[in-house]
C-alpha cells in the first residue's frame, strides 16, 4: 500500500528546543492527521487538519495543512520528555468512510 | 475523547490455529470501523474497512479468506485471523469513526499483539 514520505526519520534533540517534521504525498488528501504513539500501544490522535492552508495549534503542537494539499508539517515547541515518541502524519482523501494513509513515522528521542 | 478497546490485547496460538480480535468503541456508534496492521519498527498499513451490516472492503494483497471481518453491531467489529502462520505475527490495532461526530475523526483501539509460534 501507499505511504507518505515523513521526514526526518529520526531526531535526537536537547529538552527545550523546537521540533519540526514534516510529510508529503504525490496526491492530494482532503485531511491530514497527525498520531503520536508509544511503544505497544495505539496511536493518539495530536491535530486534525481539513482545509487546505489551515494552521492549527494543540498547546505547544502547531500543524499546518498544505495549500496544494499535498504536504503537512507539525512542529512542536519546548520539547519535554514526555514529548519523546514515534510521530506519525496520516493522510485521508474522501473523508471519515476512509481509511487513513500513514507515514513511515519520525521517531523523536530527547537528552536532558 | 472517544474510547476504543480492543480484546484480547496480545495472544500467543500455535500455527494453523484461529484467532479472533475484537475492537469495540465504548461511548460512541460506529457504522465503519478500520483494521491496520503494524509490523515492528514500520509504519501503520490499512488492512481493511469494516462496515455495520455489510462485507468488509479489502486493500489489495489483504486475503479476504484469511483475514475475517464481522461488524455485527454499530460497537462491534472482530478479526479473525484463519489458519494462523508465524508470518501472521504483528501489531493489530483498530480504529473506529464516530458516526454522529464532528469532522473526520477515527479513534484508535490499544492494539493487539499476535505472536504465531
Known amino acids: 500500500g501507499q505511504q507518505l514520505n515523513q521526514s526526518p526519520q529520526s531526531m535526537f534533540i536537547q529538552e527545550g528546543e523546537d521540533v519540526s517534521m514534516n510529510c508529503t504525498s504525490s496526491?492530494?488528501?482532503?485531511?491530514w492527521l497527525w498520531y503520536k504513539q508509544d511503544p505497544g500501544e495505539g496511536p493518539v490522535l495530536l491535530i486534525a487538519?481539513?482545509?487546505?492552508?489551515e494552521l492549527t495549534s494543540n498547546g505547544r503542537l502547531t500543524a499546518q495543512f498544505g495549500i496544494t494539499r499535498k504536504d503537512s508539517f507539525l512542529n512542536i515547541s519546548a520539547s519535554i520528555p514526555s514529548d519523546v515518541g514515534i510521530y506519525f502524519c496520516?493522510?485521508?482523501?474522501?473523508?471519515?468512510?476512509?481509511?487513513?494513509?500513514f507515514g513511515k513515522g519520525t521517531h523523536l528521542i530527547i537528552q536532558p | 475523547g472517544a474510547v476504543v478497546s480492543q480484546h484480547p490485547s496480545r495472544v500467543i496460538c500455535k500455527s494453523g490455529t484461529s484467532v479472533k480480535i475484537e475492537c469495540r468503541s465504548l461511548?460512541?456508534?460506529?457504522?465503519?470501523m478500520f483494521w491496520y496492521r503494524q509490523f515492528p519498527k514500520q509504519s501503520l498499513m490499512l488492512m481493511a474497512t469494516?462496515?455495520?451490516?455489510?462485507?468488509?472492503?479489502?486493500e489489495q494483497g489483504v486475503e479476504k479468506d484469511k483475514f475475517l471481518i464481522n461488524h455485527a453491531s454499530l460497537t462491534l467489529s472482530t478479526l479473525t485471523v484463519t489458519s494462523a502462520h508465524p508470518e501472521d505475527s504483528s501489531f493489530y490495532i483498530c480504529?473506529?469513526?464516530?458516526?454522529?461526530?464532528?469532522?473526520?475523526?477515527?479513534?484508535f483501539g490499544p492494539g493487539t499483539r499476535l505472536l504465531v509460534l
Open positions: 480504529s473506529a469513526r464516530d458516526s454522529e461526530g464532528v469532522g473526520e475523526t477515527q479513534y
Open positions: 496526491s492530494i488528501f482532503n485531511t
Open positions: 487538519l481539513y482545509k487546505a492552508g
Open positions: 496520516a493522510g485521508q482523501r474522501r473523508g471519515g468512510a476512509d481509511g487513513l494513509t
Open positions: 461511548d460512541f456508534q460506529a457504522t465503519t
Open positions: 469494516s462496515n455495520e451490516g455489510s462485507k468488509a472492503t479489502y
